[in-house]
DNA sequence: CGCTAGTACTCAC
DNA sequence: GTACTAGCG
């Protein structure tokens, strides 16, 4: 999916260029792609279940390649979903789940790489190989196109490789697509040059280029239809475009498109139903907010100071509701141990079982992210740890506990790092020997978290683009 | 003219 | 994830 069509809109501010351009630096590439292409030669192995591992040969075809132009690859996998992603990786996996039947039954190729899904264990067994050639990656805690765009705008990477337009939508400086694993041809979007973009008629796509770069670009890809929310049906990026265009905010943009595509249907509609498309509208723009603050503040793996941090400075302080859609945060210890040293299963937060140690004989981690919800409600794990394996952070919750006897959620305390203030705020911690810790809450702060688990827990999220969407069909 | 939905493609022999 | 296109509003 990605942004429908955003990269044939956009194709007259990108240039044709070969990869040696980037001789001597080093590039973000999207290992779930190469993954993924590398999957086609063993479609069918994979999905009958045999083993296996014919998919790495095309991602450790392209880093040499890359080497042989004198560009370093920095391997970026992808992480947990996003709650907010749910719509669109239920679709995905609908999809492949039925190609994997009709492949079973008709034995067709096309069902076979229809079929095909990158696990996390295929992501481990590439790890593996980057480690013995000494190549780099980071595993990101959730999206893999944020990652790379924080990687190339704080300087660690000079370009990101991918075929996925979102990266645009994120505003990657420098983008490229399309590389040849032949010639070595490729793409070139950068972010800047598409103050010069034109449509077919040669007249500039986005006047005040300052504008759109500073948000509307972003607004534009939201209101056209993106991973994290569908668009108002019948609208897509020429619509949303000429709405910005004429409107200059998200929110006019809204309005206008619901009194062209809406308000109409509810002239002959009674008091209450109008009253009901007011609600759908207001309710639309704080959808659209949300995936605003997923493109600009998304959760990722800051290298230098070795912690999870937004993609950019967070400038308003949001509520837990609002920082847990855009990634939750985990323990400074597991946040390494995932991205940097890529020995969890990003989903499970499990360490992948290695070569000497079966899945059976490994002790069991707790996955801090999805607990975290359930933790806090009296009927899970309210057992306090030992103290002597308290680590240094959780004493500073419990002599925060002791001093205040219980931490009322949304509370924003002052901790010593932001993973802390997040975790003070859910009242739970995640200790360094990977076991919950369980601060008593009033009935209040119970009731709030128990809510917000139900909203927002990973294991059973809700569809909030599908409700929204169902609610638009009914007009 | 623009959007939607359907088809074909990614590897590699 | 993509690109292309016939068909429909």
Not at 3 to 18: C, K, P, Q, W
Not at 423 to 432: I, K, N, T
């Amino acid at each position: 999916m990605g942004i429908d069509g955003l990269l044939t809109f956009v194709r007259s501010a990108s240039s044709e260029v070969h990869i040696s351009k980037f001789a001597g630096q080093r590039v973000a590439i999207d290992a779930s792609s190469w993954l993924h292409r590398g999957a086609f030669s063993c479609a069918r192995e994979l999905a009958l279940g045999q083993e296996t591992d014919r998919y790495l040969r095309f991602p450790l075809r392209m880093i040499a390649m890359l080497r042989s132009h004198c560009v370093e690859p920095v391997l970026v996998f992808d992480g947990a979903k996003l709650p907010m992603k749910v719509r669109t990786d239920r679709l995905r996996s609908a999809a492949r789940s039925a190609a994997l039947q009709r492949a079973h039954r008709e034995q067709r190729d096309k069902d076979f790489t229809d079929s095909i899904t990158v696990t996390p264990a295929m992501a481990d067994r590439l790890l593996r190989k980057l480690r013995e050639s000494d190549t780099a990656f980071v595993v990101a805690p959730y999206e893999a196109d944020a990652q790379m765009v924080f990687l190339v705008e704080h300087g660690h990477c000079a370009a990101a490789i991918t075929e996925d337009s979102d990266l645009l939508a994120f505003r990657c400086p420098r983008t490229i697509y399309k590389l040849s694993p032949e010639t070595g041809y490729c793409r070139l979007h950068s972010f800047d040059d598409l103050c010069h973009a034109t449509d077919s008629s040669g007249s500039l796509l986005f006047d005040d280029w300052q504008s759109w770069k500073t948000g509307l670009f972003t607004d534009m890809c939201i209101l056209s239809g993106c991973d994290y929310l569908p668009s108002i049906p019948g609208v897509g990026l020429k619509t949303a475009h000429a709405a910005l265009s004429t409107h200059r905010s998200m929110q006019r943009a809204i309005s206008a498109l619901h009194d062209k595509f809406i308000w109409s249907k509810a002239q002959s509609a009674d008091p209450a139903g109008r009253a009901e498309l007011l609600q759908l509208t207001s309710e639309h723009l704080e959808l659209c907010t949300m995936c605003q603050q997923i493109f600009k503040y998304a959760t990722v793996w800051d290298p230098v100071s070795a912690a999870l941090v937004p993609l950019h400075q967070l400038g308003t302080s949001l509520d837990i509701r609002d920082r847990d859609r855009l990634g939750p945060l985990m323990a400074p210890s597991d946040a390494k141990l995932l991205c940097e040293d890529g020995v969890l299963d990003p989903t499970s937060l499990q360490l992948y079982p290695t070569v000497e140690q079966s899945t059976a004989s490994m002790p069991k981690r707790e996955d801090v992210r999805s607990r975290f919800f359930d933790a806090v409600c009296p009927r899970v794990n309210t057992a306090a740890c030992e103290p002597s394996s308290i680590s240094i952070v959780q004493q500073n919750v419990v002599r925060r506990e002791t001093a205040e006897s219980a931490l009322p959620l949304n509370e924003g305390a002052v901790a010593p790092c932001e993973t802390d203030t997040f975790l003070y705020s859910a009242g739970v911690r995640s200790p360094m020997h990977f076991k919950a810790f369980h601060v008593p809450l009033s009935d209040e702060a119970k009731t709030a978290a128990f809510e917000s688990a139900h909203l927002f827990a990973i294991d059973s999220p809700p569809c909030l683009g599908d409700a929204f969407l169902q609610r638009f069909r009914g007009i």
